[in-house]
T-cell receptor, first 113, second 115 residues
Framework: DAGVIQSPRHEVTEMGQEVTLRCKPI?????LFWYRQTMMRGLELLIY????????DSGMPEDRFSAKMPNASFSTLKIQPSEPRDSAVYFC???????????FGQGTRLTVV | AQSVTQPDIHITVSEGASLELRCNYS??????LFWYVQSPGQGLQLLLK??????LVQGIKGFEAEFKRSQSSFNLRKPSVHWSDAAEYFC?????????????FGKGTTLSVSS
């Protein structure tokens, strides 16, 4: 398996623009997680899904953030409108049965100018 | 509240010297414990995990960790550090026997290796 695949690897956008981050989990995994990493706050859980259903979105910072998982092999994290404070590395991870180890993608480095 | 504390933000170790990275957790239930490593520009890779049984667990790249329930600790160790071990290390905790909950991560310890 190719592992968790995220795209794009880098994204630079202007404040106010919509940004969409994409994730393909490992085939067969039933949990998908979105994390955000910053120097100040470390790794923060934004939202996670089980069998394509959002389970906990309490970490989503604002209504500007939304995430979807239309099928077992694809998820998106959307920020609209984007702000400079959204600049961070966004990681997607997947796991089997939830409590086992999570496998991480290489992340998307987002810069909002 | 559930939390993971990594007291050392940055550690520098000489190549060939031993290493210990500290991790303490606060968790209401029996925990599963993990150490991940992140190289620059990369995602997180699992080093080792503790679910149950022997409290000393072996991982990849010569790392080991010891679970001490009485101290709520899960410290990572390596007897001889290599320059390639320079990276950021994250401790994480999740609930044992309870599916459907995400891992909680510490803020990480950056390891530098000097020659």
């Amino acid at each position: 398996d190719a592992g968790v695949i995220q795209s794009p690897r880098h994204e630079v956008t202007e404040m106010g623009q919509e940004v969409t981050l994409r994730c393909k989990p490992i085939s067969g995994h039933d949990y998908l997680f979105w994390y955000r990493q910053t120097m100040m706050r470390g790794l923060e859980l934004l939202i996670y899904f089980n069998n394509n259903v959002p389970i906990d979105d309490s970490g989503m910072p604002e209504d500007r953030f939304s995430a979807k998982m239309p099928n077992a092999s694809f998820s998106t994290l959307k920020i609209q409108p984007s702000e400079p404070r959204d600049s961070a590395v966004y990681f997607c991870a997947s796991s089997l049965h939830g409590v086992a180890e999570a496998f991480f993608g290489q992340g998307t480095r987002l810069t909002v100018v | 509240a559930q939390s993971v504390t990594q007291p050392d933000i940055h550690i520098t170790v000489s190549e060939g010297a031993s290493l210990e990275l500290r991790c303490n957790y606060s968790y209401g239930a029996t925990p599963y414990l993990f150490w991940y490593v992140q190289s620059p520009g990369q995602g997180l890779q699992l080093l080792l995990k503790y679910f149950s049984g022997d409290t000393l667990v072996q991982g990849i790249k010569g790392f080991e960790a010891e679970f001490k329930r009485s101290q709520s600790s899960f410290n990572l160790r390596k007897p001889s550090v290599h320059w390639s071990d320079a990276a950021e290390y994250f401790c994480a905790v999740g609930p044992a026997n309870q599916a459907g909950t995400a891992l909680i991560f510490g803020k990480g310890t950056t390891l530098s290796v000097s020659s």
